[in-house]
């Protein structure tokens, strides 16, 4: 066993010392086997020494190495014998890439939360203050990531330490410092007790949006929401919603976008009265934003925010900014707003939806551009339990006309794709006068994907509605299309067929499918013929053993005479999985 143990690391020394990065990255990729095979004091006494020693590596080996690491505490014995990882992980959380520096960031995390509380205080929180004390930037940055694991579980005077600490990263001289605070001060709040949030960490925050460079209070609006649920209410409404306010006027849009991202689940910890009173007003001036990417975030946030607001103040001040996005100049906003806009219908109620959200519809489904009306009619729902399907059918089927005949292929793919959608809430009646022709037409499209996605639309329309719908109305039209001259419509006639026997009755595949195979194993085209193969195999299951002897074996032996190899091959396939299912 000795000498089995040895051989691992002496490959593994070998492979590290190689002059090729690849062999010792595939070394570094192995460490878990190798530790596993070496054993837990091997493992401690030579194998993470001997990596501590050669920590000036190739970016891609140490990024393996510091991933690595963040699993290995059961492979140095446990919790109690983790703190051995945390020099090496310590020495690549201050190099100079910065991906290897926030994986070994990340490791530290996985490591710390599994040590015992003594070693926190004796071991993890001394490695925070020397990363946060670090004289190269690097280090500095990488402490800001791993406060929130070390503060929760260290005595009061190591806490009021890392207070300290954190303070003086905010208002490092360093922007890039100051920024990696910005970004962490959140998840370092949400750990930190209630009353030194308020009392100390909420300054931090202050002084930070009012940092001269961009990026610090871009990131420090990520904390926002943080802030929101570490404060106690009325602290977040005192103290956090003047900042709130101030964000969604910054002079940086990017500023103003982070806003947006997060304004719902600010208004959610800060309550429906403030939402309501000083809320609702910023939101206003953020949807009526000078920049486009704003009014983007703005709009896809219009439903999730109107929510929160009285139907009362919906009406009078967010739907003519609504209004004004349907007929927005960037085609991204007017998508972005027609994804969500029709959700507004279940909070508004009949009346208001009619009177108001309805232009609003109508607009957006006459859009020029493909992507808004595909928005729209994908949430058609909302709306249709609101108002009835009456009046939603006479905006809605010029609308799916256009998208069904554009130009662009990938346009009528989405339609027919969402046809099974439609259908679902526009009722059998509506799909067969209405969808039903433009199914069929979309059934001989030029392009074969969205043909076959036509023929797995009819399938989940036929299991809607039911087998005995998709025998009146699916099936005989799906059979007339097979006299098509081109070969090609006529394989995805029979994939059509196929895909619908499973849902008809029985006698419906003997007595009007069944035939149109079979015959259509007489065509002139090969392909045609080797689908007709592949498609009776589909179907045997479907069949007692009568109908296979007297109509499906015959037709089969048949190709298996066939001049063309790949009939041949196909039909002796369907022929062997015939014989089986007769059999059982």
């Given at each position: 066993m000795a000498e089995d143990t040895v051989l691992p690391i002496a490959i593994l020394i070998d492979e590290l010392k190689s002059d090729e990065p690849l062999r010792r990255l595939n070394s570094i990729s192995r460490l878990g086997t190798i530790a596993v095979a070496l054993g837990e004091d091997r493992t401690r006494s030579e194998l993470v020494p001997f990596l501590s020693e050669n920590i000036d590596d190739e970016d891609e080996v140490l990024l393996a190495e510091a991933e690595q690491l963040g699993n290995?505490?059961?492979?140095?014995?446990?919790?109690?014998?983790?703190?051995?990882?945390?020099?090496l992980l310590e020495n690549l959380s201050t190099v100079e890439e910065t991906v290897v520096r926030d994986k070994a960031v990340e490791s530290l995390g996985k490591v710390g939360s599994q040590l015992p509380d003594n070693t926190i205080n004796d071991a993890f929180a001394p490695l925070v203050k020397r990363l946060a004390t670090g004289e190269w930037f690097t280090s500095r940055v990488s402490a800001t990531g791993i406060f929130a694991t070390a503060y929760p579980r260290c005595v009061p005077g190591l806490k009021a330490e890392l207070r300290q600490l954190y303070s003086q990263l905010c208002r490092d001289e360093t922007p890039m410092v100051r920024r990696a605070a910005a970004h962490k001060l959140g998840g370092f709040a949400k750990s930190v007790e209630k009353d030194f949030v308020s009392r100390e960490l909420m300054p931090l925050f202050t002084?930070?949006?009012?940092d001269d460079q961009d990026s610090v209070r871009l990131l420090a609006v990520e904390s926002c929401s943080a802030f929101a649920t570490a404060l106690s209410r009325e602290d977040a409404v005192n103290n956090l919603?003047?900042?709130?306010?101030?964000?969604?006027?910054?002079?940086?849009?990017?500023?103003?976008?982070?806003?947006?991202?997060?304004?719902?689940?600010?208004?959610?910890?800060?309550?429906?009265e403030v939402t309501r009173s000083e809320l609702a007003p910023a939101f206003v001036r953020l949807l009526r934003d000078s920049e486009s990417e704003v009014r983007v975030a703005a709009a896809g946030k219009v439903s999730a925010f109107s929510k929160l607001l009285a139907v009362q103040q919906i009406v009078p001040t967010i739907l003519p900014c609504v209004n004004e996005l349907a007929n927005d100049s960037s085609q991204y906003v007017r998508a972005a707003l027609a994804g969500v806009v029709m959700e507004l219908a279940p909070v508004l109620g009949k009346q208001a939806t009619i009177e108001h959200l309805v232009p609003i519809f109508l607009t957006l489904?006459?859009?020029t551009n493909p992507d808004v009306r595909l928005n729209v009619i994908s949430k058609l729902d909302q709306v249709n339990q609101v108002i009835g399907i009456d009046l939603l059918a006479q905006s809605l089927l010029p609308a799916i006309k256009d998208l069904a005949e554009d130009k662009h292929w990938r346009v009528r793919l989405a339609i027919v794709e969402h046809i099974p959608l439609l259908a679902s809430q526009l009722g059998p009646e509506f799909f067969q006068d209405k969808l039903g022709p433009q199914c069929m037409k979309s059934l001989e499209d030029q392009v074969a994907t969205i043909r076959e996605a036509t023929a797995k639309t009819l399938?989940?329309?036929?299991?809607?509605?039911?087998?005995?719908?998709?025998?009146?109305?699916?099936?005989?039209?799906?059979?007339?299309?097979?006299k098509n001259q081109h070969y090609l419509y006529r394989m995805t006639v029979l994939t059509a067929i196929s895909m619908l026997a499973s849902i008809v009755p029985t006698d419906v595949v003997i007595s009007s499918m069944l035939p149109v195979i079979i015959s259509a194993s007489k065509d002139k085209v090969p392909n045609v013929k080797f689908n007709v193969a592949k498609m009776l195999q589909r179907i045997a299951p479907l069949l007692d053993r009568p109908v296979i002897e007297r109509s499906v074996r015959p037709c089969l032996t048949e190709l298996c005479d066939d001049a063309d190899m790949d009939v041949r091959f196909y039909a002796k396939q369907a022929l062997y999985a015939a014989d089986g299912t007769a059999a059982a």
């Open positions: 290995f505490v059961p492979y140095v014995g446990g919790p109690s014998h983790a703190y051995i990882l945390l020099p002084d930070l949006m009012q919603l003047p900042v709130i306010i101030k964000f969604a006027q910054d002079k940086s849009w990017r500023v103003r976008y982070n806003v947006c991202t997060q304004l719902v689940d600010l208004c959610t910890a800060l309550g429906t489904l006459k859009d399938q989940k329309i036929g299991k809607e509605f039911g087998g005995d719908w998709a025998k009146e109305h699916l099936v005989p039209p799906i059979l007339a299309m097979m």
